[in-house]
């Protein structure tokens, strides 16, 4: 079957330590996406890259980091920098363009401790 | 720039009756809408869009969706709930003008459907 996975479900961090968290999709999609979510607060894009070896920032990047090396992979990183990682991550893929939807992963809960 | 706004955080509805979930859009040119699903700990799952043409969107699970370019609305609705339906619903929405080929979407900040027995 066609999808996203993202691994692991659950992640604890402890204060000043970077994670990573893994995505990858085998739906042969061009771009990909890392959502964060909030209680109340709905989804904010994290970075989004739309081919590999390039990515862009998007409106809460700050303490966080990506790469794209493989068209079906899509790392996350967080960084000590980010002062409240505490969140459920959402990565997503499609086909690009404005009028295609997206298909999520199942989320990774990361919790710090 | 776009935005949506989902209105109402919580909408409670008895099980057979008719449900309404809100969507209000704002974005230069023309609009592609979305509505999303997500369980409890879940990603979420696409419902329906709207890219052209008929107003009246269906999607999975008996879902539909009306568009509505004056009123820049894009509300969803079902004829008759389930308590299946429950569960956190989002509305989207993208612009070729906002971004070209990265196809980003904008959320709304999700509605909380209840379907009580």
């Known amino acids: 079957d066609g999808g996203i996975t993202q691994s692991p479900k659950y992640l604890f961090r402890k204060e000043g330590q970077n994670v990573t968290l893994s995505c990858e999709q085998n739906?042969?999609?061009?771009?990909m996406y890392w959502y964060r979510q909030d209680p109340g607060q709905g989804l904010r894009l994290i970075y989004y890259s739309q081919i590999v070896n390039d990515f862009q920032k998007g409106d809460i990047a700050e303490g966080y980091s990506v790469s794209r090396e493989k068209k079906e992979s899509f790392p996350l990183t967080v960084t000590s920098a980010q002062k409240n990682p505490t969140a459920f991550y959402l990565c997503a893929s499609s086909q690009g363009g404005p009028g295609i939807g997206y298909t999520f992963g199942s989320g990774t809960r990361l919790t710090v401790v | 720039a776009q935005s949506v706004a989902q209105p109402e955080d919580q909408v409670n509805v008895a099980e057979g009756n008719p449900l309404t979930v809100k969507c209000t859009y704002s974005?230069?040119?023309?609009?592609?809408l979305f509505w999303y699903v997500q369980y409890p700990n879940r990603g979420l799952q696409f419902l329906l869009k709207?890219?052209?043409?008929?107003?009246l969107v269906k999607g999975s699970y008996g879902f539909e969706a009306e568009f509505n370019k004056s009123q820049t609305s894009f509300h969803l609705k079902k004829p008759s709930a389930l308590v299946s339906d429950s569960a956190l619903y989002f509305c989207?929405?993208?612009?070729?003008?906002?971004?070209?080929?990265?196809?980003?979407?904008?959320f709304g900040d999700g509605t909380t459907l209840t379907v009580k027995p």
């Open positions: 989207a929405v993208s612009s070729i003008l906002y971004n070209t080929n990265a196809g980003k979407s904008t």
């Open positions: 709207y890219i052209t043409g008929d107003n």
């Open positions: 739906l042969n999609h061009d771009a």
């Open positions: 974005v230069s040119g023309n609009p592609y």
